[in-house]
């Protein structure tokens, strides 16, 4: 089973907002992704963690803030949001974050910020 | 640097035609390779990927793709598309670092002629 399980698929917030997306794998994969993918563009990677720790933040603001509870979870806090951060938002995962691993990607969480 | 480039914005075949789209890597060492498939509104599909060995590798969907490396090429094919073909397929590579993540290239948009 390579699935990769993110709720809510679409979610509507105020800029003064606070939400979180949340993603679930059961594949006892020790590295998870969130990815960001404008309308039109290829997907770009916002945060690593590997065996729940951040091991990549690609400079992203500091209005997204992720947390990995547990080896299955990821979260993604959501706060103080601009219009331009509405987007396709992209939950991944891996073996673990050591080269040559499959990345599965999970079907989404479309996020509108108004 | 690590790149990708999808010469094509756009492709259009007709329903049972043969389809060929191009990838271009630029990398040092030998890449992983993937092709990922998008299907309007959804995530992201695995459609196979090249690791080693074999530089033919055979994926889902009856797509294939060959992995050249005097070309640095990875190029997908299919010898009969079907209407359902139509999506956004990306090429990515592996890119090997202190976390290993995805470049993807920018997009390949196929369009199926009934």
């Known amino acids: 089973d390579t699935e990769v399980t993110q709720t809510p698929k679409h979610l509507v917030m105020g800029m003064t907002n606070k939400k979180s997306l949340k993603c679930e794998q059961h594949?006892?994969?020790?590295?998870m992704y969130w990815y960001k993918q404008k309308a039109k563009k290829p997907p770009e990677l916002m945060f690593v963690?590997?065996?729940?720790?951040?091991?990549i933040n690609e400079s992203v603001p500091s209005r997204f803030s992720p947390e990995c509870p547990n080896s299955s979870l990821l979260n993604l806090h959501l706060h103080a949001l601009q219009p331009e951060d509405s987007a396709l938002y992209l939950c991944a995962s891996s073996q673990d974050r050591n080269s040559g691993n499959t990345i599965y990607f999970g079907e989404g969480s479309w996020l509108t910020v108004v | 640097a690590q790149s990708v480039t999808q010469p094509d914005i756009h492709i259009t075949v007709s329903e049972g035609a043969s389809l060929e789209l191009r990838c271009n890597y630029s990398y040092g060492a030998t890449p992983y390779l993937f092709w990922y498939v998008q299907s309007p509104g959804q995530g992201l599909q695995l459609l196979l990927k090249y690791f080693s060995g074999d530089t033919l590798v055979q994926g889902i969907k009856g797509f294939e793709a060959e992995f050249k490396r005097s070309q640095s090429s990875f190029n997908l094919r299919k010898p009969s598309v079907h209407w359902s073909d139509a999506a956004e397929y990306f090429c990515?590579?592996?890119?090997?670092?202190?976390?290993?993540?995805?470049?993807f290239g920018s997009g390949t948009r196929l369009l199926v002629r009934p």
């Open positions: 963690y590997s065996y729940e720790k951040l091991s």
């Open positions: 990515a590579v592996g890119a090997r670092g202190s976390s290993y993540k995805l470049i």
């Open positions: 594949m006892g994969h020790r590295a």
